[in-house]
T-cell receptor, first 113, second 114 residues
Framework: GNSVTQMEGPVTLSEEAFLTINCTYT??????LFWYVQYPGEGLQLLLK?????DKGSNKGFEATYRKETTSFHLEKGSVQVSDSAVYFC????????????FGKGTKLSVIP | DVKVTQSSRYLVKRTGEKVFLECVQD?????MFWYRQDPGLGLRLIYF???????EKGDIPEGYSVSREKKERFSLILESASTNQTSMYLC?????????????FGNGTRLTVT
């Protein structure tokens, strides 16, 4: 079956530090990959996505590249801000006609001034 | 902008009560989903629906049922609430079939069963 593994949190960084949150997946076929973000007290919202190998998704300074050879989709940001403090979820959607997303367990990021 | 609205932010219910969680989306989306979110477990899919009156079990359907009588509304029902159903419940919707159709989430309902 499909599964997503992301690095355990919580992660605490100082403002302007470099961020990497690792995500690897197991899936049949050619999944689409997503990062969602959940700010305190809110639901999840889509941060970025990639639909095929070597695609790079980007948004709000965050980037992730779909690496089929390593089955990975690591999230990176060059300089984090306090406002990036949130929980980040990696997810996959597997195959044509699939309605469902499989989520990782989430990584909580805290950015301190 | 897509809006997914969950009727309650917080609910407190007693063991054995029948509980209804309501979700409405305003963008004519085909698919709707109910997840529960628990610390250390992430999001787990309870049920989803890809059309009116259609429903499919997710990964953890036991103890839950759903209703989709209208396209915009998807209800989660706990027939007899138990303390292990204390959780954050998230509703989501998406446009259509399959690939590249991201989910849009509501803000969640935090349910406590005592």
């Amino acid at each position: 079956g499909n599964s997503v593994t992301q690095m355990e949190g919580p992660v605490t960084l100082s403002e302007e530090a470099f961020l990497t949150i690792n995500c690897t997946y197991t899936a049949t076929g050619y999944p689409s990959l997503f990062w969602y973000v959940q700010y305190p007290g809110e639901g999840l919202q889509l941060l970025l996505k990639a639909t095929k190998a070597d695609d790079k998704g980007s948004n709000k300074g965050f980037e992730a590249t779909y690496r089929k050879e390593t089955t990975s989709f690591h999230l990176e940001k060059g300089s984090v801000q306090v406002s990036d403090s949130a929980v980040y979820f990696c997810a996959l959607q597997s195959g044509a006609g699939s309605y469902q997303l499989t989520f990782g367990k989430g990584t909580k990021l805290s950015v301190i001034p | 902008d897509v809006k997914v609205t969950q009727s309650s932010r917080y609910l407190v219910k007693r063991t054995g009560e029948k509980v209804f969680l309501e979700c409405v989306q305003d963008m004519d989306h085909e698919n709707m989903f109910w997840y529960r979110q628990d610390p250390g477990l992430g999001l787990r899919l309870i049920y989803f629906s890809y059309d009116v009156k259609m429903k499919e079990k997710g990964d953890i359907p036991e103890g839950y049922s759903v209703s989709r009588e209208k396209k915009e509304r998807f209800s989660l029902i706990l027939e007899s609430a138990s303390t292990n159903q204390t959780s954050m419940y998230l509703c989501a919707s998406s446009l259509g079939q399959g690939d590249n159709s991201p989910l849009h989430f509501g803000n969640g309902t935090r349910l406590t069963v005592t």
